[in-house]
């Protein structure tokens, strides 16, 4: 069955070229406003990254950058028990750190959305940021100044007679995690109270009218839909604890390096750069792959 020919009138079709016309600009105009951004992300982000992945494909000769290209720095990197074991340690570090954020940021996020009053959140919030208002190397060096041997618990504990030497707390991967702890903790609750705030009350309100516990409610309302400001908070901190040199080099020292103490030891000491480029890369692999799956669970999770 054969239709018969559609017919535009003049009308109609300088209509839609004017759309074209105005559609063709729109874009043009937008192309433009993003500019500037696109040259920002190529000359400080993709210029680095392509010289960075070259310089991994590289190889280290001497005090000489050979242009060898090959994989042998990444074959070197998972064959070599020292820089491997580095990595095992970023990853133990960045884990812990998180699973304890998490299971400590929780019920203080709780406690601010449902149990402190609604005029008085606004000071929790602000005492919650407290932490962030010190410098990220200074609260290293306190926390530094109670674990050392000479620290505060050491000093305490034997002016009390409860130990007879000093205790090492610092300088091992527990301090590196306790630090991180103590800030990335106060991270998370905010994270995790900006979506509990935003659950509609009387989802609560017909959970109890249908019977539901408290715990009941909790597990099968509250959790499951604070469970993104959970893998916000949590992705945030794994990431920057992974990719930390600050904390674990004052707390945690160089008995366990972490990779990016290893990354700057083959920058400082051996001048390795291709080296240090092939890890730096592997660590850049390893968030992105967190980052890919954090974002897909969230997708799945909206569904």
């Not at 340690?89 to 940021?105: G, H, K, M, P, Q």
């Not at 935003?198 to 597990?219: C, E, M, V």
Request: charged share 10%; net charge positive; glycine share 8%.
């Amino acid at each position: 069955m054969s239709g018969s020919p559609v017919t535009v009138s003049p009308a109609d079709a300088e209509a839609l070229q004017r759309e074209r016309g105005a559609a063709r600009r729109d874009c043009l105009k937008g192309l433009g406003l993003a500019l500037p951004a696109l040259a920002w992300i190529g000359a400080f982000f993709v210029v680095p990254l392509a010289i960075m992945i070259g310089y991994s494909l590289m190889q280290q000769v001497g005090t000489q950058v050979v242009s060898d290209l090959g994989l042998q720095n990444y074959t070197r990197f998972f064959t070599q028990g020292s820089l491997r074991g580095a990595l095992f340690v970023s990853l133990e570090i960045a884990l812990l750190t998180t699973v304890i954020s998490v299971l400590l940021a929780y019920p203080l996020a709780w406690i601010l959305a449902y149990r402190v009053p609604k005029q008085w959140q606004w000071l929790a919030l602000v005492l919650a940021v407290l932490p962030f208002w010190t410098s990220y190397v200074v609260r290293s060096y306190s926390w530094l100044l109670v674990l050392a041997p000479t620290g505060v618990v050491n000093n305490t504990l034997l002016h009390l007679g409860l130990i007879d030497a000093p205790i090492r707390l610092a300088y091992n991967t527990g301090a590196t995690v306790l630090g991180f702890v103590h800030f990335f903790t106060m991270l998370v609750t905010l994270t995790v109270y900006a979506s509990l705030v935003q659950i509609n009350p009387r989802y609560h309100l017909a959970a109890a009218d249908l019977g539901a516990s408290k715990l009941r409610t909790f597990w099968h309302v509250t959790l499951p839909l604070s469970i993104p400001g959970v893998a916000v908070g949590a992705f945030i901190t794994f990431v920057i604890c992974i990719g930390d040199y600050i904390t674990p080099q004052i707390l945690g020292g160089m008995r366990e390096l972490s990779l990016p103490q290893a990354i700057m030891l083959q920058i400082t000491r051996r001048g390795d750069f291709p080296m240090a480029s092939a890890m730096a890369l592997v660590l850049m692999v390893i968030v992105g792959f967190a980052y890919l799956l954090v974002a897909r669970w969230l997708k799945l999770e909206r569904v």
